[in-house]
């Protein structure tokens, strides 16, 4: 562990119970969304999605190919299947034409996957391999899965119809502050932090290694930009002016038709948008979902700032000012409860913003983890001393510049796949997944102020 880096959490005495309640709440979560009829699991909503059946057996055919084979050395159960779910193989648009599992045989053959995956858990030592050191590969399917299952919710919120999920209330007293009485942004003084991790066991290779990253000042929004500031952007004639995109930005707004975001309408002289099948008022105290990154940077531009850099950002989720270290996360290094985000995907919708004073950062910004995925202006790349772990395929064929980063995770995630290192990643013209922004400046060079 590097001085400036904060420990992870998770006693090993409790790694076999923790792993194990991961796996099952992953389960859950996956048989709650694929708990519709079968012409809607087999049905593609959209061509940007997978049918809901796909993602059903592929978390099956992965927990099978890296747990039952890999780490458990048993004989595999279904290699037929292995190309069928390889997301390298075929195209989202092309799966629905592809001879997938039926809907019962996938949820039989994910029920015998797991029943192997326990009995290699009770068995295999939790150290030693890369694999299996802090119960990686175990923490790598668990991560994997709840990410299909926020992947499974954007397919639900594209599919036309009535609503068939419905919202869990959020725990009460996250209200502390409103947005209004807390400060617009928040000074993050120059100097260097630890960004990434060296030790976080269950870090997928692109937040490693840690590593010394020195950031000029800066101001950042205490809060996400709120769908009541993005009305004003929109008001003002945000998506008509050129003046406030670039070139690329302006092109993608023009071939798209964009004039507000994904699932919103104007209809009465009222704004309204479709919420997992419930039409409602865009609320204007929510953040700002189902925004892309060029409509972002566009607001940005027009509000007299732009989008943190990659680096900004963690070092807001992380720095301490007064350890000088880096923590997991915003609050400190426990790990994530409902007292500090909206996680988990129970909501259906993001927090008010100035929710959470629990998860405030050390410097007082609210809102980093859950409620929506924010973008960076970075492109998504390699740290210094990168390596490949444990397939290229997770990261390394996507660095370049055609991802832009997100951080922070949404209201859609769950607390195994957000950490103040997680970093996700998506084309700069996505807007069906739970995406939005806060801003920031530089600060003043004479004094950082």
Request: hydrophobic share 35%; with cysteine.
């Amino acid at each position: 562990m590097t001085k400036n880096e904060a420990p992870t959490g998770t006693a090993p005495n409790d790694l076999r119970a923790f792993i194990a309640e991961g796996l099952e709440r992953a389960r859950r979560r996956t048989h709650a969304l694929t708990a519709c009829d079968e012409e809607e699991l087999l049905k593609q909503h959209s061509p940007l999605m997978s049918p809901l059946v796909w993602d059903l057996a592929h978390v099956g055919s992965q927990e099978e190919q890296w747990l039952v084979r890999d780490v458990g050395r048993m004989q595999p159960l279904r290699p037929e299947i292995d190309k069928l779910y390889d997301a390298f193989e075929h195209s989202r648009s092309s799966r629905p034409s592809l001879p997938l599992l039926a809907p019962s045989d996938s949820r039989s053959y994910l029920a015998e996957t797991r029943s192997k995956t326990l009995q290699i858990l009770e068995r295999v030592p939790l150290e030693g391999s890369p694999l299996l050191q802090g119960g990686f590969a175990f923490g790598m399917m668990i991560q994997h899965e709840q990410q299909h299952a926020e992947t499974m919710l954007a397919t639900h919120q594209l599919r036309v119809g009535d609503p068939v999920l419905h919202p869990v209330a959020p725990e009460s007293g996250v209200l502390a502050d409103t947005a209004g009485a807390l400060p617009a942004e928040v000074h993050v003084p120059a100097g260097c932090f630890t960004m990434g991790t060296s030790v976080e066991p269950w870090a997928l290779d692109n937040e490693r290694p840690a590593h010394e990253v020195y950031v000029p000042g800066y101001w950042i929004d205490t809060v996400p930009v709120s769908n009541g500031d993005f009305l004003a952007f929109m008001d003002d004639g945000g998506y008509s002016n050129p003046d406030w995109w670039t070139a690329e930005g302006w092109a993608h707004r023009n071939d798209d038709g964009l004039t507000a975001p994904k699932f919103w309408r104007r209809e009465g002289g009222q704004w309204w948008r479709t919420r997992f099948g419930v039409v409602e008022p865009v609320p204007v105290d929510e953040p700002v979902q189902h925004v892309s990154f060029f409509e972002a940077e566009a607001y940005a531009r027009w509000a007299g700032r732009r989008l943190p850099t990659e680096a900004e950002w963690e070092k807001t989720a992380r720095y301490d000012p007064v350890s000088g270290r880096s923590r997991r996360y915003p609050w400190g290094d426990e790990d994530p409860t409902s007292r500090h985000a909206n996680l988990g995907g129970g909501s259906l919708r993001p927090s008010p913003v100035g929710s959470y004073p629990a998860g405030a950062s050390a410097l007082g910004v609210r809102q980093l983890i859950g409620d929506v995925w924010e973008w960076t202006s970075s492109n998504f790349g390699p740290y210094p001393g990168f390596r490949v772990f444990p397939y290229r395929e997770y990261s390394e064929v996507f660095f370049g510049g055609d991802y832009k980063v997100l951080r922070g995770g949404s209201w859609a995630a769950d607390r195994a796949a957000v950490r103040g290192t997680f970093r996700n990643w998506d084309y700069p013209i996505r807007r069906q997944i739970f995406t939005g922004f806060r801003t920031a400046r530089d600060a003043a060079p004479a004094g950082d102020s």
